[in-house]
């Protein structure tokens, strides 16, 4: 006779492993859910990280032109339009937010007050803040809460097509026989067009948005030794373009970035322009030194856009001064500026112009001072035996040019529309040497 089925089941032992299966299962459990802890906690970070990153570029941006208090305001709006209050806490504040520098050899970052070329963002969810992530599975083990903290670097920089370079929106177009020296760089948003015969020197750059786009003879590279290596595909946005207004506003007020107290004469309690010349440019014979003050602020107003002034005589010097006109400008053959800044508000294709040999800068092998700068709302045209030594052209339209052979060590054009360059020139690079005053506009990267 059989025992009754519930004394077979206690003496039963096939199921001996139940016991550890249980404890297995629990295992699983909280291992499960240290994962679903560990993955909400990982998700927040990313949450944060991307509000940190949103607000750091945001600060560096606003502190270009405004104050840290503003430009921390600005930041912090920005991180809570994803990390509302009323859902997230006090994840970001102004306190979490501070300006310094950044050393990217050693990734160090070092708290300096007012400064503009780094900043430093926290995003938090603390329990002081009483805004920590909530454990769904780690509370059984006593850990109710964890605190997440993001951090976000962001610092200024000057791409180097901008410190040396031609750069347009448009089209580049550069001849034959050119010497381009190390570290020089040719770059259009659209595409880049190159002749027979130049040599690009090792670390040279030539870019555009797609490096397939480039226009070159058949025999192309092999004429052009360097090429291939040089080649770059990127865009950039042409700030400094943009800024063209700004600029012209800001080379009279000492206030302003634009402003340059190497050219002009200040009074050293107000530090405000303490020289003011207007000019006639209704002379016959145009203008010429006897005109020009060192050390001035000049205004050379014309009633008409299409009214053409000389300037200079032949070989005429001219240093440390700015001009504000809105007239079409011919140098005479061999001027020279240093330490000069010409603006213009004049939208002719011709708004500076010259004949031949008219020199932008001194030649002084890139030492510092002497570089002169032209900023125009029109295009430029110089025909024929253009130099330029730590100079900068900054144009909304066409910049057109032919230099001297060995007439180019340090030169910086910017045109918002295309370039068109000769050939048989030796470009020299200065590694920015001696360009102290050219007008940058800044760029923004995420540092770590």
Request: net charge negative.
């Amino acid at each position: 006779m059989k025992p009754p089925i519930l004394t077979r089941f206690v003496r039963r032992n096939d199921g001996a492993m139940t016991a550890f299966g249980l404890l297995l299962t629990v295992a699983m459990i909280c291992v499960g859910g240290l994962g679903i802890d560990v993955a909400n906690v990982i998700t927040v970070r990313t949450h944060l990280q991307i509000a940190a990153d949103a607000a750091a570029h945001a600060a560096l941006v606003a502190r270009e032109f405004k104050s840290e208090s503003e430009a921390k305001d600005i930041a912090v709006q920005i991180a809570r339009r994803s990390l509302p209050e009323d859902r997230f806490g006090i994840a970001i504040g102004p306190d979490d937010i501070e300006f310094g520098t950044w050393d990217a050899v050693s990734e160090v970052f070092t708290l300096v007050p007012n400064s503009k070329t780094a900043v430093l963002v926290n995003t938090q969810r603390l329990a002081e803040r009483s805004n920590a992530v909530v454990t769904y599975f780690l509370r059984f083990v006593g850990m109710y809460n964890m605190d997440v903290v993001s951090q976000s670097v962001f610092e200024t920089y000057y791409p180097t097509c901008f410190r040396e370079g031609f750069v347009a929106q448009n089209r580049v177009d550069v001849q034959s026989n050119n010497v381009y020296g190390n570290g020089f760089c040719i770059h259009s948003n659209d595409h880049v067009e190159i002749n027979n015969g130049n040599t690009f020197m090792d670390g040279t750059i030539v870019s555009m948005p797609d490096s397939a786009d480039m226009v070159v003879p058949t025999s192309g590279a092999g004429s052009n030794p360097g090429l291939a290596k040089a080649l770059r595909s990127g865009s950039y946005y042409l700030r400094i373009i943009q800024r063209i207004d700004e600029i012209i506003a800001g080379v009279e007020d000492p206030d302003s970035p634009y402003f340059r107290t190497d050219y002009v004469t200040v009074d050293p309690l107000t530090k405000d322009p303490t020289l003011y010349k207007t000019l006639e440019s209704t002379k016959g014979g145009g203008v010429d030194l006897s005109d020009w003050v060192p050390g001035a602020i000049h205004y050379l107003n014309c009633a008409s856009s299409k009214k053409q002034v000389s300037w200079g005589k032949p070989d005429q010097k001219f240093v440390k001064g700015v001009l504000v006109t809105n007239c079409i400008i011919k140098f005479a053959q061999g001027v020279q500026l240093e330490d000069v800044i010409m603006i213009n508000r004049n939208t002719d294709l011709d708004s500076f112009t010259a004949a031949s040999s008219f020199t932008l800068g001194r030649d002084d092998g890139c030492a510092d001072g002497g570089g002169a700068q032209l900023v125009t709302k029109g295009g430029v045209n110089f025909p024929a035996d253009l130099q330029v030594y730590g100079g900068q052209i900054i144009a909304a339209k066409l910049i057109k040019f032919a230099a001297r052979n060995d007439g180019i060590e340090g030169i910086s054009l910017v045109s918002g529309d295309q370039i068109d360059g000769a050939s048989l020139i030796n470009v020299g690079f200065c590694g920015g040497a001696g360009m102290n005053n050219n007008f940058m506009a800044e760029y923004f990267r995420l540092a770590t």
